[in-house]
């Protein structure tokens, strides 16, 4: 698919279609581990759709599908269940927001990919962290640093190798596709 002769019209409309399709993914991926609550939990399987929209798409559409993702899915399924559904919505909203841009950015190599995920990882991480320590703030309770390390990091291990071992292999095989839009 030659995206270069596209009006930027046509260009917007596909890159919406896209996102649809990463938000469409986003919904239905957790009922593969949903039966097992904690093993959905441990794989993230939302995050892996707005990683992707974020690498496709841009930064703007990866941003935007995974803050609507947590919260389409509580209201439609109840699931995840607030305020978890708002602490990961910002979350993933850095997710794709940062894979897309750092994408864009850094040289269309194979380590740019894995450097695009990886940095998307943390950096939502953190803001899940930064969210989830301001709502406490405004809850008048407490979110204590051992709180943040369980919940970003050690129960997040499984996710992150099936993240670290599947996205980019998806992202080479759409980006040797040529189904990448505007790298």
């Not at 993230?44 to 919260?71: D, K, T, Y």
């Not at 899915?73 to 794709?96: D, I």
């Not at 950096?123 to 204590?144: E, I, K, N, Q, Y």
Request: hydrophobic letters at 60%; glycine letters at 10%.
């Amino acid at each position: 698919m030659k995206i270069d002769n596209m009006s930027r019209s046509r260009l917007r409309i596909l890159k919406l279609i896209y996102s649809a399709l990463f938000l469409a993914l986003a919904m239905v991926l957790p009922f593969l581990t949903g039966q097992i609550p904690e093993i959905g939990a441990a794989l993230s399987p939302m995050h892996i759709p707005a990683l992707l929209c974020g690498f496709v798409c841009g930064w703007p559409w990866g941003l935007a599908v995974g803050f609507v993702a947590p919260l389409l899915r509580n209201a439609v399924f109840g699931m995840p269940m607030m305020p978890g559904a708002a602490f990961m919505a910002f979350e993933m909203a850095a997710y794709g927001a940062v894979a897309g841009a750092l994408f864009r950015l850094l040289p269309k190599k194979i380590w740019a990919i894995y450097a695009s995920l990886v940095t998307a990882m943390v950096a939502g991480r953190l803001v899940w962290g930064a969210v989830r320590f301001v709502f406490a703030g405004l809850g008048h309770t407490s979110f204590p640093f051992s709180a943040f390390l369980a919940g970003a990091v050690l129960d997040a291990v499984p996710g992150i190798i099936l993240h670290i071992v599947l996205i980019p292999l998806i992202v080479m095989a759409l980006d040797k596709a040529g189904l990448i839009p505007n790298k």
